[in-house]
């Protein structure tokens, strides 16, 4: 069998987490209020990692704490609580660019992987950190190219030898890109007094402009048809055999504000290209049947939300890829209803419509505090103890479900 890189997924909650762990993520990473990057992802409380400890190493998963914003002097005693919390619970790394994390973190006994904010994209800066700061992953810039990943590896032998082997490359394989070199931007600040480098983006890059010559007073450039400044989404997946070869040893798919239905659909899509990869490659009728298997999984992805897809940076500088007109998904997620009630003997739940239109064969998600995240076919639907084909809002019908849910737990279709 071929080695396969591990393959990290985002966890903005614990729906999110669950939905990760179910499609067969080999790590997650996740963020505590007021202290990463996606401060408006719902993030997690202190008092909660060892609960999510719990739930990945259940899974045979490992955790990473993204402590990756800028930190000021007045911050670092409830830092040190933190990482303090982390070490104690449990938590593999933590995820940080800040040099009084790293030096807080050393102190406290915790692994740290340096974020791509730290723009790290040579070998040169690879060799001085691992040196320095004993730290063995780098989250490459997403600036880099797949031929300067393997420039890296091959420098990185010749500088530190044997020692060049414990180093482990992470790379960005799917998500949200940002207009500006790794996220740092001060647009978000400078517009709207809100720092992206304290984890506080507000996108206005995604936003439509009117632009205006003021020398000339004309002509005005309405920039709505294809935003100038708002990127389209990477995806690796048709290339995915490449980041392997390059080097890569994890693929991580951004996306801590993204919804658990978003995280499910593109972790599967990943664990199935890598584990057909580690189990088929070199075998006979390999590249055709692994070109036709990567064409169905990019097409599913297509039914998630995204910008349009592109390859980022790997293959070379992109061009035509830095414009979206916003959600392309063809497929949409709807407010369906609630469980009221579960009857466990017989596997049903019986459920509020609340919106939509329920059919018999239409695919429900369902997202719970609790329960996680769950999707099911509505195989058959009963109202009143009668079988019938549709349920209109305001009903309160009968479904078989797969597992056990609760009540309050949210159900959504997808149409």
Known sequence: MKRIPELMAPAGDFICLSAALQAGADAVYFGLKGSNMRAGAKNFEVSELPRLVRECRKAKAKCYLTLNTIYFDN????LLKQLKAAKKAGVDAVIAWDFSVLELAKEVGIEVFLSTQASVANAKAIASIYK???????VLARECSLESIKTM????KKMLGKSADEI?????????????????????????GKSANRGECLQPCRREYLITDTAQ?????????????????LMTLPFIEKLID??????KIEGRNRNASYVSATVSAYRKALDFYRDYAGKKDFAEIFDVLKKQLCKNLEQTFNRGFSDGFFMGKPIGDWTSEGNKAVAKKRILGHILNYFSKIGVAEISIDDAT???????????????????????IQCAGMPITSAKKGMRVAVKVPQKVRKNDRLFILK
């Open 132 to 138: 320095n700061y004993a730290v063995k992953r780098f």
């Open 75 to 78: 911050e670092h005693k409830n």
């Open 358 to 380: 329920l059919k018999q064969g239409d695919t429900i998600q369902l997202e719970g505090d609790t329960t996680g995240f769950m999707t099911f076919v509505a195989e058959s």
């Open 246 to 251: 390059a080097g890569v040893n994890s693929l």
């Open 217 to 233: 007073g004309s002509p005005e450039f309405n920039l709505g048809t294809n935003y100038v400044l708002s990127p389209k989404d």
């Open 168 to 192: 482990s490359i992470e790379a960005f394989a799917h998500g949200a890109m940002c207009v500006s070199v790794s996220g740092r931007c001060f647009l978000s600040q400078f517009y709207c």
């Open 153 to 156: 590896r091959k420098e990185l």
